[in-house]
């Protein structure tokens, strides 16, 4: 079962992003601070969860949350910084977004930088584990859905609406006879013949 809080604090955020490993599009953090007495039976890591489950969850969370806050980071600022350092700052931007500024933060995974003094923790499959992290992972993956959704409809031919930018085999397929748009993330191996692939 999730916990809550993982510190005594009362203003504390979760935050975890969406869409590190896709070849397209952004990648998407959210930051959520839940009041104490919050609980959601279904609410759970957004990979262990179907579509159907976290569009459910989505206005319950932006309903029941004290504050949330989201925030893209796009394909050109990720080839320029790298991924980790995007996600980072992608986290980073979603606290920021915040309208109250939390007391400690907890995130998921092991990698992040101080953001400004406010003491964090870094929590390896904090998703699984802690409910605001949870609640974090699923804004983040259904704030990044829709944006590749509606990219879909300018280039359909790669199927965004179905593989939200991963590396599909249809998706490689589709960069292979295509090339690429200007969502495509450049310094990613979009290929596994990826010299040959003129960017």
């Known amino acids: 079962m999730l916990k809550l809080n993982y510190s005594e604090l009362k203003m504390e955020c979760g935050t975890d992003e969406a869409g590190r490993g896709c070849l397209a599009g952004p990648v998407t953090a959210a ?46 600022k990720i ?39 406010i003491p964090h923790e870094t929590i390896i499959k904090g998703d699984g584990k802690y409910l605001s992290i949870a609640a974090a992972s699923i804004l983040a993956k259904n704030y990044r859905d829709a944006y590749m959704n509606k990219i879909h409809e300018e280039f359909p031919m790669y199927n965004w609406k179905k593989n939200k930018g991963y590396p599909t085999k249809e998706h490689r397929e589709a960069i292979k006879k295509y090339g690429i748009t200007k969502y ?7 290929l596994p013949d990826q010299i040959q692939l003129d960017i």
């Open 31 to 76: 930051a959520v601070i839940l009041p104490c007495d919050f609980t959601n039976n279904i609410l759970n890591d957004s990979k262990q969860l179907s579509e159907k489950k976290r569009e459910v969850l989505k206005p319950i969370i932006e309903t029941e949350a004290l504050h949330f806050g989201i925030a893209h980071v796009f394909q050109d």
């Open 79 to 117: 080839d320029e910084i790298n991924i980790l350092n995007s996600s980072i700052l992608a986290m980073h931007q979603s606290i920021e977004a915040l309208r109250q500024t939390p007391e400690f933060i907890i995130v998921d995974g092991n990698k992040f930088k101080p953001y400004k003094d």
């Open 184 to 190: 495509h993330r450049k310094t990613f191996r979009l």
